[in-house]
């Protein structure tokens, strides 16, 4: 084994002596300053124990050391943990504080990026694109502060027990031991739920590191602790526990939906045992969310029989969670139910695909029956949503311009509520999905009519980059470039577009946009579709003669 120094010294090594460099010309080519060529050599033998980025990185990009190559040679050095403290060292020293590195992503260079996402023990950071690493840092950024909240309240639970001590003393001096029963008693009920509050925060730091198998093993040891005091604890516990694992697991990745489904399938077992539908109802829900999760993140049967679970989870749910007794929360397992039928539809074939599908919808116009714009605007819009997404689907599987129309007025219904200003995420992805079913009805229709649903998905999808701008969302903003693009192209192919050459040549403009974030190291798929249509496009381009 060997020290980064040495390994990277070796790299550079090799790069310069393929390329045929002397130490002269590439200290002259990369500084324009002989005087490096001294620091080359001592790179190139090892000598540089702690090697700087200001200084190794411009020679590595000269030489077209990538930095994914950097990355894995940091990662199998024996200093790999003293290279990433003195980089962080140097990275707080630059910014004044890890607050303010987490604060200012978007100012950060792409070694910084990666420094920052191995502290946080984000697995192969130097594999990740910039704009996962952003969105990975931001989620870490949050979690960071929330555990600095948590560690900064520990002295509250302290102060408690020591005003109870205080008073079983004076209980004692006065000689009332009933009341120095009821206060111990107090005292023991407190000092569990300030272990299992320093658990909680043992395992936040856990999970800020990736560290998902200590922090389960800490939750359940503070759930069990309660058992003796509370027999339904332990299951209210799970309940609380198992949503760090879901939202870990959202965020994250990993193993967090697969604990999250342990802890809330015995929290089902415990609520059951003892006679708790309220809470039962609860974990059986948040169950089907977890396990429609993990389906959709998982692939081939394994995928579709977890979201057959969390198909069979919503259903139980809603056994307990009827609509007379409790009408929100029965709605909004209904919305979840059809989206775990969408998902489910997804994996299967023929009619038994179509047939989810139609549960789903089914589904959705139940919920809508309670989640109606006058009482539930937000849940209204979600649903309206989420229905036109399931609607959008079906048209394009029967090929069926009513469904179709209809997946644009749901859309549309969304989008009363979902307003930029107040809901500029939300807003963002309505007029994504908008701007797909229009162009998908103006590629299907001839004439005028259907030249103007293409006009309008253009500018639907223009309206989402006002949200989804690049250095926030760097994919959201690729995504849409793209079907930008296409939509532009299907412009040019309508049957009533006499000059496509301004067509063509946006569509060439936006799909080489979204090729600035779509790399084929980090985003094959994307990258490999994106650079077939900027090839037809430029095809066609040059059939017209056109540069």
Same mark, same amino acid.
């Given at each position: 084994m060997a020290s980064f120094g040495e390994l990277l010294g070796a790299e550079i090594l090799e790069a310069r002596e393929a390329q045929r460099l002397t130490q002269l010309a590439l200290a002259q080519e990369v500084f324009d300053d002989e005087n490096y060529v001294r620091r080359i050599g001592d790179y190139e033998t090892g000598k540089v124990a702690r090697p700087q980025a200001k200084v190794y990185r411009p020679i590595c990009d000269f030489l077209g050391i990538t930095s994914k190559t950097i990355g894995a040679l940091k990662a199998q050095a024996t200093d790999a943990k003293s290279v990433t403290d003195d980089e962080l060292l140097t990275l707080r020293t630059e910014k004044g504080s890890l607050e303010q590195a987490l604060s200012d992503l978007q100012t950060l260079t792409r070694a910084q990026l990666e420094t920052l996402a191995s502290r946080f023990e984000l697995d192969k950071p130097y594999e990740a694109s910039d704009g996962a690493l952003i969105e990975f840092l931001t989620n870490t950024a949050q979690d960071y502060r929330a555990l600095r909240a948590e560690v900064d309240a520990i002295d509250e639970g302290v102060k408690a027990l020591s005003n109870l001590k205080t008073s079983a003393m004076a209980a004692f001096d006065s000689g009332d031991l009933d009341e120095v029963e009821t206060l111990l008693s107090r005292v023991q009920e407190i000092a569990k739920d300030e272990a299992a509050? @320093?658990?909680?925060?043992?395992? +936040? *730091? $856990?999970?800020?590191?990736?560290? &998902?198998?200590? @922090?389960?093993?800490?939750?359940? +040891? *503070? $759930?069990?602790?309660?058992?003796? &005091?509370d027999p339904l604890e332990p299951a209210r516990r799970r309940l609380k526990y198992g949503a760090k694992f879901y939202y870990q697991g959202l965020r994250y990745g990993g193993d967090g939906l697969r604990i999250a489904v342990e802890f809330w399938e015995k929290c089902a077992h415990i609520a059951g045992r003892e006679g708790s539908e309220i809470l039962r109802g609860k974990a059986l829900s948040n169950l089907g969310s977890a396990l429609r999760n993990q389906g959709t993140r998982t692939d081939g049967p394994k995928g579709a029989a977890l979201l057959e679970q969390a198909v069979s989870a919503y259903r139980s749910a809603l056994e307990v969670r009827t609509r007379e007794k409790h009408p929100e929360q029965w709605a909004m397992t209904q919305n979840n139910l059809a989206s775990a039928l969408r998902n489910q539809s997804s994996r299967a074939e023929?009619?038994?695909?179509?047939?989810?599908?139609?549960?789903?919808?089914?589904?959705?116009?139940?919920?809508?029956?309670?989640?109606?714009?006058?009482?539930h605007p937000v849940q209204w819009a979600m649903t309206q949503n989420n229905f036109g997404v399931t609607l959008e689907v079906q048209a394009t599987r029967m090929e069926d311009a009513t469904r179709l129309a209809q997946a644009v007025m749901a859309f549309r219904a969304a989008l009363e509520v979902y307003t930029r200003d107040?809901?500029?995420?939300d807003w963002a992805g309505a007029q994504s999905n908008l701007a797909n079913s229009l162009a998908t009805q103006g590629i299907r229709t001839d004439g005028p009519e259907g030249a103007a649903l293409l006009a309008q998905a253009v500018t639907a999808y223009r309206a989402t980059l006002e949200v989804r701008v690049r250095d926030v969302h760097p994919v959201y903003w690729a995504e849409t470039q793209y079907n930008l693009a296409s939509t532009e192209d299907a412009q040019a192919e309508h049957d009533t577009c006499t000059d496509p050459l301004p067509h063509l040549r946006a569509a060439l403009d936006h799909v080489t946009a979204a090729l600035e974030v779509y790399d084929p190291e980090h985003m094959p798929y994307d990258f490999g579709t994106a650079t077939k249509l900027k090839t037809r496009l430029k095809e066609k381009l040059a059939a017209l003669n056109t540069p």
């Open positions: 509050k @320093a658990a909680e925060i043992r395992a +936040d *730091a $856990a999970l800020l590191r990736q560290r &998902v198998d200590f @922090a389960r093993a800490l939750l359940l +040891d *503070a $759930a069990d602790s309660f058992a003796i &005091v023929g009619p038994e695909s179509m047939a989810l599908l139609e549960q789903a919808v089914s589904a959705y116009r139940a919920a809508l029956e309670v989640r109606t714009i006058e009482k107040v809901h500029p995420v």
